[in-house]
């Protein structure tokens, strides 16, 4: 059975900082391409983040500078370090395994992220 655990979510006020994780059970992890997305109320799903199985990682234009993203492929889990947080930040932030070769994805449940201006 696949997992995808995000946690690290929480509130923080804009100009703070948080790191998400996601810790995946159930698939080769190293094969699999991650990313994270965000979705905002009334917004649809957009990528912010991606670490690719072999490549460099690439952000979405709004998080380019203050959004790391970075996977340690022996403990199975990948972080969202958040730094310089606007409140347009706010969403529930989710995590996605993509398998290349099957083209099968796999989501985590959701965290929330809120950010006070």
């Known amino acids: 059975q696949v997992q995808l655990v995000e946690s690290g979510g929480g509130l923080v006020r804009a100009g703070g900082s948080l790191r998400l994780s996601c810790a995946a059970s159930g698939i080769i992890f190293r094969l699999h391409d991650i990313g994270w997305y965000r979705q905002a109320p009334g917004k649809q799903r957009e990528l912010v983040a991606s670490a690719p199985s072999a490549g460099t990682p690439d952000y979405a234009d709004s998080v380019k500078g203050r959004f790391t993203i970075s996977r340690d492929n022996a403990l199975n889990i990948v972080y969202l370090q958040m730094n310089s947080l606007k409140p347009e930040d706010t969403a529930v932030y989710y995590c996605?395994?993509?398998?290349?070769?099957?083209?099968?994805?796999?989501w985590g449940q959701g965290t929330q992220v809120t950010v006070s201006s």
């Open positions: 996605n395994a993509h398998n290349p070769f099957t083209t099968r994805d796999y």
